[in-house]
């Protein structure tokens, strides 16, 4: 089944402790991205990649590192979490960076940081 | 800050009834998708608008994209229990592939 998957898909950590969220495509997409959503300012984009060990800053990146070594991976690192990082993150690829992009999103990561 | 606004932010319908979802943007648009989240769930795709003044319908459903490209719309007939969820349009840039969502609308069925 094609598919998105992301893991952990509920974590509750401390300020300053070191964690990665996976996030895994088996469609051969080249195309991937983070966003965390907030209530009332839907969704925002984090980082992307356009394709394996090419990775940009998106809207909100701060905070936030990404590494694209596979084609199928794309994790999310939060080197020292603080509480403003407690979000909602989903994980989603596209086929390609051209042309229609219809996104796939992940089932998501609910991220308390205390 | 947001580029993209939705209004309205929430929106209460009766079971059959119609309503629209509104997407404006101070800027022209490339491009507008629109996708939908159910409860607890991750966004879906419906539709990528890309041409001024385009209108494309799925069943109940009809999106517009303004013929100015600062603005669309999400019009959705006959209102069911499943229509349930908020609705988000997003901008696709032309250059990285880089979305920009709006705040969405959120959308409760009264049976």
């Known amino acids: 089944e094609a598919q998105v998957t992301q893991n952990p898909r509920y974590l509750i950590t401390v300020t300053g402790k070191k964690l990665t969220v996976t996030c895994s495509q088996n469609?051969?997409?080249?195309?991937m991205s983070w966003y965390r959503q907030d209530p009332g300012l839907g969704l925002r984009q984090i980082y992307y990649s356009m394709n394996v060990e090419v990775t940009d800053k998106g809207d909100v990146p701060e905070g936030y590192k990404v590494s694209r070594k596979e084609k199928r991976n794309f994790p999310l690192i939060l080197e020292s979490p603080s509480p403003n990082q407690t979000s909602l993150y989903f994980c989603?690829?596209?086929?390609?960076?051209?042309?229609?992009?219809?996104?796939?999103f992940g089932p998501g990561t609910r991220l308390t940081v205390t | 800050g947001q580029q993209v606004m939705q209004i309205p932010q929430y929106q209460h319908v009766q079971e059959g009834e119609d309503f629209t979802t509104y997407c404006n943007s101070s800027?022209?648009?490339?491009?507008i998708q629109w996708y939908k989240q159910r409860p607890g769930g991750h966004p879906v795709f419906l539709i990528q608008?890309?041409?001024?003044?385009e209108v494309k319908k799925q069943k109940r459903l009809t999106f517009q994209f303004g013929e100015a490209k600062k603005n669309s719309s999400l019009h959705i007939t006959a209102t069911q229990t499943t229509d349930v969820g908020t609705y988000f349009c997003?901008?696709?840039?032309?250059?990285?592939?880089?979305?920009?969502f709006g705040g969405g609308t959120r959308v409760l069925v009264k049976p």
């Open positions: 469609m051969n997409h080249e195309y």
């Open positions: 989603a690829s596209s086929l390609s960076w051209q042309g229609l992009s219809e996104q796939y």
């Open positions: 997003a901008e696709r840039k032309a250059a990285g592939n880089k979305l920009t």
């Open positions: 608008l890309v041409k001024s003044g």
């Open positions: 800027t022209t648009l490339s491009n």
